[in-house]
């Protein structure tokens, strides 16, 4: 099985570490077997990295030219559209549809960067006072860059960290997570036919203990990119800290939907919905913390947990699915044990709470919607990410204590307030310790604007100009245009 990307070539892995099935969650099905690298397959993706970037001409490539090969990737992805989104759905358990609009994001993302590729060179004239200097700021790519997505959108978070490396002049090794490498190996195929040379672009697979450990800690790499969570995060950051590698990571959150009263009540309603049950909860950015001012409080959980039980499960693929599965049997059961453990602290279910009825749905990985009341911040499903379709509700008395019970979190991602009260929406925004902060509105992003949290919820940012400021080193060139003798020492002088 030829899975791996390596120096220009796909090839099969030079270890034996065997292969792993890929799993369709909606059914348990095999969709294929894809062999798995080992650390000497590693070293290899590496090495012909740091190849590419110390003797290829990615790097001294002209940033027009850059640019055009991300364009003609954005090119390919708008061909291959429906491929794309198929994979992505039967990879994940999304719906196509949901797949789509991450493909038709990713192809934005390309297309972004290869625009500030172009436009921002990142230099800069300093004035130091003396018109016998010239001196200048200017960036250059980190080097060689290890790559690491998560499983829950995994075309759609290598593009995050892909697009901004490749448009800096950076080579790279990348993997998916071991669950849903599928539409990275066709993304692969897709970087080789835009035109990026060998070397530049080399894809591993297998396990984060295994592969993602390896990517980290080889001496060769220059910078590591992580996204997933806090533990494994932190695991990283350690493994590069003796090679003092430059670390940006991801790490989720934990994320305050506030809803004041004079807010639009259908609409906040339909948008906590989404905002909790998107991608079966599997977001990062899920809105799994509902924080309702209490004259509303009662008819909001009424009406949530009423609406939360109509949402129709079943196969991405199929037109009126709503909610697909997650994403394997051991999420689902990790899921389950904080379901129970909501209970047990007790917070008061009032929708979902286990797996559905449905036969048809029975082989699958599937769990109902789930809406816990009563509930409060020292509750664990409250404090630590689920990460599942689980959304808890809190209540709160007046604006400082909705702020206080917002920010009431380790972490720091993102957040909402729902209001119609313009300065108090603004107040609130200014007020919320979290990367982005949305109004009256949930989930949004635009390749434009940072993404990033607080807190525990990572370093750096991906997207934005500081996204690619990410993969760039800044060198500071100072010339002295007129060299002369500084006569510093006392010995110095010219004998005659």
Known sequence: MRDLYIDGSWTDATTSTGGRTVENPYDGSVLRSVSEAGPADVDAAVDAARRAFDTGPWRTTSAAERAGVLRRLADLLVRDREDLARVESVDTGKT?????????????????????????????????????????????????????????????????????????????????????????????????????????????LGAGAVVGAEMVRHPK????????????????????????KRVALELGGKNPNV?????????????????????????????????????????FVAELARRA??????????ADTECGP??????????????????????????????????ALADGYFLRPTVFADCTSEMTAVREEVFGPVVTVERFHDEHEAIALANDTEYGLAGAVWTGDASRAQRVAGALRHGTVWINDFHPYVPQAEWGGFGKSGIGRELGPSGLDEYREVKHIYQNINPAPMRWFSGAEKED
């Open 259 to 299: 809803v004041f009263a004079d807010a639009d009540f259908d609409t906040a309603v339909d948008y906590a919905l989404a905002a909790a049950f998107f991608h079966s909860g599997q977001v990062c950015s899920a809105g799994s913390r509902l924080i309702v001012e209490d004259s509303v409080h009662d008819a």
């Open 96 to 204: 196509v549809v949901e797949g789509g609009i991450d493909v038709d994001d990713i192809t934005a993302v390309f297309r972004y960067y290869a625009s500030l590729a172009e436009t921002d060179s990142g230099g800069r004239a300093v004035d130091t006072g003396d018109p016998g200097v010239v001196s200048r700021v200017v960036t250059e790519p980190v080097g060689v860059c290890s790559l690491i997505a998560p499983w829950n959108y995994p075309l759609l978070q290598m593009s995050w960290k892909l697009a901004p490396a490749l448009a800096a002049g950076n080579t790279v090794v990348i993997k998916p997570s071991e669950l849903t490498p599928l539409s990275t190996v066709r993304l692969t195929e897709l970087l080789a036919e835009a035109g990026v040379p060998a070397g530049v672009v080399n894809l591993v």
């Open 221 to 244: 790499v220059d910078l590591v990119s992580f996204t997933g969570g806090l533990a494994t995060g932190r695991e990283i950051m350690a493994a590069a800290a003796p090679g003092v």
């Open 309 to 318: 039980e109509k949402i129709r499960l079943g196969n991405g693929a199929e």
């Open 326 to 359: 997650l994403v394997s049997a051991e999420h689902r059961a990790k899921v389950e044990r904080h379901i129970a453990l909501a209970r047990e602290e007790g917070a008061r279910l009032v929708a979902g709470g286990g797996r559905p009825d449905d036969p």
